[in-house]
């Protein structure tokens, strides 16, 4: 036996279950008992109303037929006063009428009141006059006007900066991008620049230089220079020239070095169009294709026939 049934045994006392009544007992007492209505005092139940008095008790069964067509409400709001029965008529008239109305409305339907449809422009549909149609389009842009004005700018987004995101979402920092972009533009310009110089020539880049420092030397020398001058006829000096004849009397000559300072080939050349000497590493071997002879060569006949046609006009 286990502890719960022990002490319901020794020390609990069940109650007596009610009678249980079956359900067709109880919806026959229902159908034979009736609603009463009586007063609160017992004594004028026992009394017979012989002469109709509608004080006595009144018994309606459930099935009565006049019970469910009953429409009257006997309810009565306590403390407020009972409406008078000239109030209770006029407020029928006036719902009377409001209904005798709406179904004159429904009946015919030319006599309800015609909505006219506006459209998307403000002006409405049907048949009108251009005046009127540029009334009411004028109207309904004023009337947009007059709500954008008086909208929140906060609302409206005046005077935000714009957000910008990536393709992920992120936002984008305008600022941090546009220096980006200027540090990026500013190296393309000097990437464009230094391979421009790189295209150049080692002698181009130092006669510039050599031009360039001349300039601010420039600005040290009178503004006439004579023949007297120990710096020009330095210079003069020290150009060379292919067809001077006193190239070979002059007492000072070079090392042989080239302006870049790199050493020269002592030896023998063909010449070039350029002026350029070879350097000091040629073996001697010529490897062109014979472009600068036939250049020269050219060049030396058309002088030459210049020459002759000069000399037969002469003879003539």
């Known amino acids: ?71 009257k409400s006997t309810w009565r709001t306590v403390g407020a006063p009972t409406p008078q029965e000239s109030d209770q008529v006029a407020a029928d008239a006036i719902v009377s009428a409001t209904a005798a109305e709406n179904a004159l409305h429904t009946r015919n339907p030319e006599d309800a009141p015609v909505v006219v449809p506006m459209m998307e422009s403000g002006a ?27 909208q929140d700018s906060s609302e409206l987004g005046r005077g935000t900066e714009t957000i910008y995101r990536d393709a992920s979402g992120r936002i984008i920092n305008i600022a941090m991008k546009r220096a980006e972009a200027r540090r990026k533009a500013a190296e393309d310009v000097a990437a464009a620049a230094a391979e421009e110089e790189a295209q150049k020539g080692a002698v181009q880049l130092a006669a510039r230089a050599q031009r360039k420092q001349d300039l601010q030397d420039a600005k040290l020398l009178p503004v006439a220079r004579y023949a007297d001058d120990a710096d020009l006829n330095q210079d003069l000096k020290a150009r060379e020239r292919w067809n001077d004849p006193a190239a070979a009397f002059l007492s000072s000559k070079k ?7 790199k050493p020269l080939y002592k030896g023998p050349a ?17 490897r062109g294709n014979g472009f600068e002879g036939e250049w020269f060569a050219a060049r030396n006949r058309r002088a030459n026939q210049k020459g002759l046609e000069y000399a037969w006009q002469m003879d003539e």
Do not use: C
């Open 1 to 71: 036996m286990s502890l719960a049934d022990y002490l319901a045994k020794n020390y609990l006392t069940a109650d007596p279950q009610p009678a249980k009544k079956s359900k067709k007992r109880k919806r026959k007492a229902g159908e034979e008992s009736g609603l009463i209505i009586a007063d609160d005092d017992p004594d004028w139940g026992h009394k017979e109303s012989k002469d109709g008095d509608d004080d006595g008790p009144l018994t309606v069964t459930a099935d009565s037929a006049e019970f469910r067509k009953s429409r």
């Open 124 to 150: 409405h549909a049907g048949l009108q006059t251009a005046e009127q149609v540029t009334t009411a389009v004028n109207r309904r842009r004023a009337d947009e006007l007059r709500r954008f004005h008086e």
């Open 255 to 261: 090392d042989g070095r080239s302006v870049t300072g």
């Open 270 to 286: 063909a010449p070039n169009r350029y002026g350029i000497r070879p350097g000091h590493r040629w073996d001697g071997v010529d």
